[in-house]
Nanobody
Framework: QVQLVESGGGLVQAGGSLRLSCAAS????????MAWFRQAPGKEREFVAA????????DYADSVKGRFTISRDNAKNTIYLQMNSLKPEDTAVYYC????????????????????WGQGTQVTVSS
């Protein structure tokens, strides 16, 4: 079992930045492909970004490409989401998720494939 705990959310003005963190409880964290998803009120959960267990492959939704950066520090069992040039439409609860195994370049945009989820952290971007 892997426990994931997100932090770093908050209220920011449009154009500002936030960095989200997701700390994992398990020492085999380095074997997990990880991702960030978000869900706004009344909308379905959507993919934001993903990183392979090696960190060598990343993937981004078109809506955040060029503004958000996903990274991981396997020594700290933590992944990050650096969010720059934030827009009001980025307002949502952000969740980190993990799935075990796969190749060193494996990532997925399909939230159904992820086995472990954090509790979420609220990001609110004011206009």
């Amino acid at each position: 079992q892997v426990q994931l705990v997100e932090s770093g959310g908050g209220l920011v003005q449009a154009g500002g930045s936030l960095r989200l963190s997701c700390a994992a409880s398990k020492r085999t964290f380095s074997s997990y492909a990880m991702a960030w998803f978000r869900q706004a009120p009344g909308k379905e959960r959507e993919f934001v970004a993903a990183v392979s267990w090696s960190g060598g492959t990343t993937d981004y939704a078109d809506s955040v490409k060029g503004r958000f950066t996903i990274s991981r520090d396997n020594a700290k069992n933590t992944i990050y989401l650096q969010m720059n040039s934030l827009k009001p439409e980025d307002t949502a609860v952000y969740y980190c998720a993990g799935v075990y195994g796969g190749s060193s370049y494996y990532t997925s945009r399909n939230h159904h494939l992820y086995d472990y989820w954090g509790q979420g952290t609220q990001v609110t971007v004011s206009s």
